[in-house]
């Protein structure tokens, strides 16, 4: 096996595993690795939908999103599909997956089908470092707090994206959840609050919320916290949803990015609730 560090944040591209193999030996040693490292890429892996899906299922339940309809024979799946004169695409901006959700998602599995010669990587970034880091008057302020996180409504999912197709829930999801949670499995504490959906901090006024959390959302977005991904077909990320924050890039600009389709394959893995 050969691992290649990203960045001296987080990420390692892993050589030497066949991720056809979901046998629980092979699985103890991604999920050892995905813990280390937070986020893992293998490239020339040409998962089939069963393969990725016997794959996810090592690591917990399959969740399905709450809005955006799964593939037809694999509901599990969502296929993220940016069409070639697109400029926006799913999940352009830093987020944690579902974390309005009461359990949010634990681990993302995103296989690549079609990229782009040239736009479309995926930055992440980790939110155990942006902890540690995070300024010791703001850490007094948040200590035993919980924010207010809140799904943006169907419509969010969709609309923007011309290929992605809603399931037709109409409910708006509000949860609340710890600023800092404790990792389950490291007992590492993570700053668990994304700009995408975390509205409120519980038991502050609005005013000093705002501030404290837009302070927050600007620290977590330091670039020395990220790694970077540039995809090749057949490409698969695992990722911790738990300590880490995701975007995919949108540098689709005309005459270098744009003209081009990128499609993603991505299952999720549910969670627990976040302590
Ligand atoms: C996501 O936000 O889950 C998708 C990211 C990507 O397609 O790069």
């Known amino acids: 096996m050969e691992i290649s560090l990203l960045s001296g ?32 890429f293998f490239r020339d892996q040409d998962i089939s939908s069963e393969e990725q899906i016997n794959l996810a299922k090592k690591f917990g ?5 709450v809005y955006v309809k799964g593939l037809k ?11 070639p004169e697109e400029k926006h695409q799913w999940g352009e901006t830093w987020h944690t997956d ?22 479309g990587d995926t930055m992440f970034s980790n939110m155990e470092i942006a902890y540690e880091t995070l300024d010791e008057d703001i850490k007094k302020k948040i200590e035993g707090k919980k924010a207010i996180h809140t799904s943006l409504g169907a ?13 037709g829930n109409l409910v ?14 490291t007992n590492k504490k993570i ?26 959302f600007q620290h977590q977005e330091r670039l020395d916290f990220t790694c970077r991904f540039k995809w090749t077909e057949n490409a698969v990320a695992i990722w911790d949803n738990r300590s880490t924050q995701h975007q995919g890039l949108t540098d689709f600009f005309p005459g270098r990015g744009l003209g081009f389709e990128r499609i993603m394959d991505r299952i999720a893995i549910e969670g627990d609730h976040p302590q």
Do not use: C
């Open 191 to 216: 700053l668990y609050v994304n700009s995408m959906y975390t509205k409120k901090i519980i038991d502050m006024e609005k005013e000093e919320s705002d501030r404290i959390l837009d302070k927050i």
């Open 9 to 40: 944040a987080l990420g390692a591209e892993v050589k030497g595993i066949n991720l056809k193999d979901s046998s629980d030996d092979n699985w103890q040693q991604i999920n050892k690795l995905m813990l280390e490292h937070k986020v893992l």
């Open 61 to 65: 339940p399959l969740e399905k999103h």
């Open 98 to 119: 579902v974390s309005y959700s009461s359990k949010p998602t634990k681990v993302i599995i995103l296989r690549s089908r079609k990229i782009p010669p040239v736009g």
């Open 155 to 167: 419509a969010a999912f969709v609309d923007k994206y011309e290929e992605m197709e809603a399931n």
């Open 172 to 185: 708006e999801y509000t949860n609340e959840h710890p600023i800092v949670r404790t990792h389950p499995e």
């Open 73 to 83: 024979n694999y509901p599990e799946i969502v296929r993220i599909i940016k069409g």
